[in-house]
């Protein structure tokens, strides 16, 4: 069973940094795919990054291309979310996210993916 736990979140001057981390676990395959969403009070949930052990790819949100970096530790099976240059709009619970086939990220530029497998979530606070 894919396990997924989130951690990292607190609160966050504007213009501070945060970095989220994703334990995974209880993958069949090393190939994978590991992604981030997240949800705000009153707002759609909204991919914001993912990373792919099959083909090394890489996806941001326009939102956050440029001040979100995400990346993999493949020893400690835990992928991280480096978020810089935050802003009060990227307040939001953000969870982590998984699928049991598509392994890539391609589905991430449609709108409508919604993934198999999510994690608790962790809360993201950006105010002064």
């Known amino acids: 069973q894919v396990q997924l736990v989130e951690s990292g979140g607190g609160l966050v001057q504007p213009g501070g940094s945060l970095r989220l981390s994703c334990a995974a676990s209880g993958f069949t395959s090393d190939d994978y795919h590991i992604g981030w969403f997240r949800q705000a009070p009153g707002k759609e949930r909204e991919g914001v990054s993912c990373l792919s052990t099959w083909d090394g790819s890489t996806w941001y949100a326009d939102s956050v291309r440029g001040r979100f970096t995400i990346s993999r530790d493949n020893a400690k099976n835990t992928v991280y979310l480096q978020m810089s240059s935050l802003k009060p709009e990227d307040t939001a619970v953000y969870y982590c996210?998984?699928?049991?086939?598509?392994?890539?990220?391609?589905?991430?530029?449609?709108?409508?993916?919604?993934?198999?497998?999510w994690g608790q979530g962790t809360q993201v606070t950006v105010s002064s």
């Open positions: 996210v998984t699928d049991a086939i598509l392994r890539g990220c391609r589905q991430y530029y449609s709108s409508s993916y919604s993934p198999e497998y």
